[in-house]
């Protein structure tokens, strides 16, 4: 039976890339979107008219009874759940001084409530087969802290703390749970940054650019795979070098 593999905010960015590369190796694919309806739709069309499994489910990871929903859906139509890959995230940039409360809960409720809710609800039926790999996207910015960033710093930080507890929790039920802290991505969530700005950072970094969502999605793929069996709890940081 082919595995099967959640991938959240798979409407774009890194998510899509990983749901394109999961859909190629042959995987079940689930591409979880929140706001972006169309390009989650066109995606899903396209790898379906490619003869990939692949189906949309929309939900907030914010939202507990959405993303439960979600999971029980996808229990429903592929009767079991190998891979969960916590990708859905937003970002926010201020001093903290103009930094609101509202816009705090709300990048800890998406980047870091969002992961514990997916955790939670696909958690019972990988115990239940002894077997499972999650893979939580955090960022670098998780590990060194970003000037101007806190709340999302927090958060990527707190993935980081959820990923190594979980991990030493389910390692006895068979599961493997890992972070990837990506560096600088050329996908929609740098898309407020100027051309100056993107050229300052792109000189600090130790490999001269900007990494790709399709680097992200085949070290997500790696540790999904059966090569991965032995690594559990690690933070794989991928930036160029910008963090050593
Ligand atoms: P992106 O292109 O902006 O994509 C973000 C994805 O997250 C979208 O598919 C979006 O879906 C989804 N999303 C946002 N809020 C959601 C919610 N409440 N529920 C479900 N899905 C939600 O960003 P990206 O660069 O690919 O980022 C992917 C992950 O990598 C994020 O966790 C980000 O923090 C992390 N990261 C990115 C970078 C970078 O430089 N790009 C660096 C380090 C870490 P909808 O549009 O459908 O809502």
């Given at each position: 039976m082919n595995r099967t593999v959640i991938v959240t905010g798979a409407s774009k960015g890194i998510g899509a890339a990983t749901a394109i590369l999961f859909a190629q190796k042959g995987y079940n694919v689930v591409i979880n979107y929140n706001e972006s309806f169309e390009s989650a739709s066109l995606l899903c069309r396209s790898l379906v008219s490619n003869g990939y499994s692949v189906i949309t489910q929309k939900a907030n990871v914010a939202n507990r009874l959405e993303v439960d929903l979600m999971v029980k859906e996808t229990l429903y139509k592929f009767?079991?759940?190998?891979i969960l890959v916590n990708n859905a995230g937003i970002a926010f940039s201020g001093l903290i001084t103009d930094t609101d409360e509202v816009d705090f809960d709300r990048i800890i409720d998406v980047n870091l409530k969002g992961v514990y809710n997916c955790c939670k609800s696909v958690v019972p039926s990988m115990v239940s087969r002894q077997s499972g790999k999650i893979i939580n996207i955090s960022s670098m910015w998780g590990q060194v802290g970003a000037s101007c960033e806190v709340a999302y710093s927090a958060a990527k930080a707190g993935v980081i703390g959820l990923t190594k507890a979980l991990a030493k929790e389910l390692a006895p039920s068979g599961i493997t749970v890992n972070a990837i802290a990506p560096g600088l991505i050329e996908t929609n969530m740098n898309s407020n940054l100027s051309i100056e700005e993107l050229t300052d950072f792109v000189s600090t970094i130790p490999l001269g650019r900007m990494g790709s969502a399709d680097e992200i999605a085949a070290a997500i793929e790696f540790l999904s795979s059966d090569k991965a069996d032995y690594i559990t709890g690690q933070v794989l940081g991928i930036n160029g070098g910008f963090v050593i």
């Open positions: 009767g079991s759940l190998d």
